[in-house]
């Protein structure tokens, strides 16, 4: 039931709405004036025109049997931006014709403008409306007018009145009016003239979106006020776009197409509502017999409907029985049909000859939108209703088969309708409708899910306290609370640390003091490097116990980060056995002074499941070591070429340790020098220049090596033994391999 605040509330947020889309549409327009000071013009006969009766405006008569019939007006002091129209109020004439209008504005008096019109048979008195607003050269001061009836015309032609629609508000929905609810024959597109007038679904979609969107921010703080309010808008949209619909002589009444259509919306119904979960007082098979009755009666009255929403209902009948991944490629191949229909349109692929007309696109197509008015602005209103709808983060936002179904219900009739051949066979009203309808009712199905899911309450949600946890939050909050600590990975993951960062915001409002948030927000301290915000974050989950590996894992990189050397040594039969967490253990028991750190080291990198990847971090701990037999058996796992300048760095490195450093310093100068960018070479000559006693130079050399190569990390040792670390040493050195979880 919709609560009366609620439904006032909406109801307001829609009128003011539609009061900001007819503004919108005035600014568009350029109609926020005061108009001109004159509405009707005196015109003149030039040629084969004549008045029919004396007075002061004659009706003319234009017979162009002999030539363009003409009429104008001299001595006008008119600007362009205060008229959007000009009116022509025709008493007789039964046949087509061809008019022309032209004007000169002062700005360019020796170049005259002009655009055409194509005026409808019609014997009864009527008005035309030509539209000038758009028209690129309708602008300046017009000085001077003139109308011309091109020759070829049947009959005569008779001009009771010529007017003009100012650019005020009145004006401009009167023109609005014309475009949306009058006679097509009566609004006479003028040749190259942009349509600044809305079509009437984009008007409702807007009214629709923006509505929606009021009514949110009204409801911020109340999710289940907020889902009553953006029902009591959906069911004011769909009133307000089937009373345009009506207004506008666009519903064509009960006719068979409607009723075919209306007999396969209830097939497509009965077909979908087990995929949404919606139970039916009767069994499978019957609704499946009933689904398939009224297809039947449906395509006996309308084929053509039936034809488009065939393949969205076998979709929804086999779609229980389906695996996932064949309702996802039957979306993604509703694509074909429209690239299949583009390719044909630029001569790239041969279709059936049925198809071959493409190349002249049907107005069909781009008319459908004010014949079927209301219901593709409802559809797009109702995807806005969709992602405004206040369901739990880690609610279901689509049923798959659904949305495929509309995928193919929509690419249908857009195919039906830009195939020449076919949109003749629909060319009327209600098949315009009736082509929209399936389409509708899918989309509807595939939302369902979503809307059926509501927040429950607004104080989940709201910061309550820094002693609030996990089990202080109702399910549909904590359901909530474990989407945002999925965001916070997923985002992590793909690098988009704002949106991780927006995720543990709301985290920190709904649950502080939840285990959720401390690994969140450790999560999002390790990826900014942030140690001072780790911190806290890590206390507090070895203060909750009951670590899982991920926790562990996570609290090993921060200790590794934070060089808590023995914290590592401790956390480690806890985490995980990856390659960078045997990195952080090794390190740390070479970093460490209470142990053998490089046996220590080496024990924990060979004991590791992945010790063939660290066969390289294993040959660096047995050059620490001097073993050279070890080093040189771990180096073959490497699978480093010895030809290469890595390889020749490394013979070097094992050379000195047999030879001596002076018989190597040469070469690996000269190694250094031609390749900088190589950290191996680098390695070798600070080892050379230690054992020549230029500790400072080593350590600079062994610093540099370390940046530019991190696998080359076991060098801190030897950084460490030369000498206590200085401030500059410090800003200096490479980061610490961050653990892998």
Excluded at 183 to 203: E, F, I, S
Excluded at 523 to 549: E, I
């Amino acid at each position: 039931m919709l609560s009366r605040r609620a439904t006032a509330v909406a109801l307001v947020m829609i009128g003011l709405a539609i009061t900001v889309a007819f503004i919108v549409q005035l600014i568009i327009l350029g109609a926020l004036g005061f108009g001109p000071d004159i509405d009707q013009f005196e015109l003149q006969p030039v040629v084969n025109v004549q008045p029919t009766q004396a007075g002061l405006s004659p009706p003319l008569r234009f017979d162009a049997s002999r030539g363009p019939a003409v009429v104008q007006v001299r001595g006008l002091n008119l600007h362009a931006g205060q008229v959007l129209a000009v009116v022509l109020a025709v008493s007789e004439g039964d046949g087509a014709a061809r008019l022309a209008l032209g004007w000169r504005i002062a700005e360019d008096s020796r170049r005259a403008a002009s655009t055409g019109v194509q005026l409808a048979p019609q014997s009864a008195p009527r008005e035309a409306m030509i539209p000038l607003v758009g028209h690129p050269r309708w602008r300046g001061s017009v000085t001077q007018m003139a109308l011309a009836l091109e020759p070829g015309h049947p009959g005569p032609l008779t001009l009771t009145s010529a007017s003009v629609v100012p650019a005020n508000p009145v004006g401009g929905a009167r023109l609005m009016l014309a475009t949306w609810f009058g006679d097509r024959n009566a609004l006479l597109a003028a040749d190259g003239t942009a349509v600044r007038v809305l079509p009437l679904a984009l008007w409702i979609a807007f009214v629709a979106v923006v509505s929606a969107l009021l009514v949110a921010l009204w409801w911020r703080r109340q999710p289940a006020a907020r889902a009553q309010a953006l029902r009591a808008v959906a069911l004011g949209i769909a009133a307000l776009a089937l009373l345009l619909t009506v207004l506008g002589n666009r519903w064509p009444g009960w006719t068979q197409a409607i009723l075919g259509s209306a007999a396969l919306v209830a097939a497509l119904l009965l077909a979908g509502a087990p995929l949404i979960n919606r139970p039916l007082p009767i069994a499978r098979w019957q609704a499946l017999l009933g689904a398939l009755l009224l297809f039947a009666g449906g395509a006996a009255l309308s084929p053509m409907v039936a034809a488009v929403a065939a393949i969205p209902a076998i979709i929804l009948t086999v779609a229980p029985v389906w695996p996932t991944w064949m309702t996802t490629g039957a979306s993604l191949l509703a694509i074909l049909p429209p690239l299949a229909i583009a390719a044909a349109a630029q001569r790239l692929i041969q279709l059936p000859a049925m198809f071959t007309p493409l190349v002249d696109p049907t107005s069909t197509l781009l008319t459908v939108a004010n014949n079927a008015s209301g219901l593709p602005g409802f559809a797009l209103g109702l995807v806005a209703l969709h992602r405004l709808w206040p369901a739990p983060a880690r609610a279901a936002r689509w049923a798959t088969a659904p949305a495929a179904a509309a995928a193919w219900a929509v690419t249908g009739a857009v195919c039906v309708l830009a195939v020449p051949r076919l949109a003749v066979l629909a060319n009327d009203s209600s098949a315009f409708i009736g082509l929209m309808l399936p389409a509708l009712v899918c989309l509807a199905l595939a939302m369902t899910p979503r809307f059926r899911e509501v927040a429950a309450t607004a104080d989940d949600a709201l910061d309550s306290g820094a002693d609030k946890t996990e089990a202080d939050l109702s399910a549909n909050a904590l359901l909530l609370l474990e989407s945002h600590a999925e965001r916070v990975r997923l985002n992590l993951e793909r690098g988009e640390m704002g949106n991780a960062r927006q995720a543990l915001r709301q985290m920190t409002v709904m649950a502080p003091a939840a285990r959720m948030t401390a690994l969140a927000t450790l999560r999002v301290a390790l990826a900014d490097d942030d140690l001072d915000a780790a911190t806290p974050a890590a206390k507090r989950l070895q203060a909750l116990g009951g670590l899982s590996t991920t926790e562990y894992d996570l609290l090993l990189e921060y200790a590794h980060r934070s060089a808590g050397h023995r914290q590592v040594i401790e956390l480690a039969p806890h985490a995980s056995a990856t390659p960078g967490n045997a990195r952080a253990v090794a390190l740390a028991h070479l970093l460490d002074d209470s142990t053998d750190g490089r046996r220590a080291a080496l024990q924990t990198l060979r004991q590791s499941p992945s010790a063939d990847a660290l066969a390289r971090d294993i040959a660096e701990i047995n050059l620490l070591l001097d073993d050279l037999p070890a080093t040189q058996q771990a180096l073959v796992l490497t699978g480093i070429p010895l030809d290469s300048p890595t390889g020749e760095a490394y013979i070097a490195r094992l050379g000195l340790r047999a030879q001596g450093a002076d018989a190597h310093a040469d070469g690996v100068g000269k190694l250094a020098m031609w390749h900088p960018q190589l950290g191996a070479a680098h390695a070798a000559l600070g080892e050379i220049l230690l054992r020549q006693g230029n500790p400072v130079g080593a350590r600079a050399r062994l610093v540099l090596a370390m940046k530019l190569d991190p696998m080359l990390w076991p060098l801190q040792w030897y950084v460490k033994s030369i000498a206590p670390p200085t401030t500059a040493d410090t800003e200096s050195a490479p980061p610490a391999p961050a653990a892998m979880p």
